[in-house]
Nanobody, 130 residues
Framework: QVRLMQSGGGTVQAGGSLQLSCEAS????????MAWFRQGPGKHDAPVAG??????????????AYGDFVQGRFTITRDNAKNIVTLQMNNLQPEDTGDYYC?????????????????WGQGSQVTVSP
């Protein structure tokens, strides 16, 4: 059974930083791409396909994509040996508040279309105060 276990998140003031981590079990992240998506607060029951793409990284880390809103503030990395993908978020702003989800799928390509991802983490809450 594939599981993506997230850790990190929390509450920070605007301009602060947070890190999210996602550890996979029953699945080798080295076999595929990984990504982070987010959803506005209070939208836990919203369709997965509506989640906003934050960042995606190919299995060899040679291809990386970020949502337009990131503007150099976030960095996605992966450690295939440890089966972990990490999202470092700097200069967080109140509009970044929401639930963040780790995602994975087998294959080499990346994109920020949530409907095309197979495996999902449980979600991590990020709250940024003014």
């Amino acid at each position: 059974q594939v599981r993506l276990m997230q850790s990190g998140g929390g509450t920070v003031q605007a301009g602060g930083s947070l890190q999210l981590s996602c550890e996979a079990s029953g699945y080798l992240i080295g076999d595929g791409s990984m990504a982070w998506f987010r959803q506005g607060p209070g939208k836990h029951d919203a369709p997965v396909a509506g989640r906003e793409g934050v960042a995606a990284i190919s299995r060899d880390s040679k291809s990386i994509a970020y949502g337009d809103f990131v503007q150099g503030r976030f960095t996605i990395t992966r450690d295939n040996a440890k089966n972990i993908v990490t999202l470092q978020m700097n200069n967080l702003q109140p509009e970044d508040t929401g639930d963040y989800y780790c995602a994975g799928r087998v294959g080499r390509r990346i994109d920020l279309d949530a409907g095309r991802w197979t495996y999902w983490g449980q979600g991590s809450q990020v709250t940024v105060s003014p």
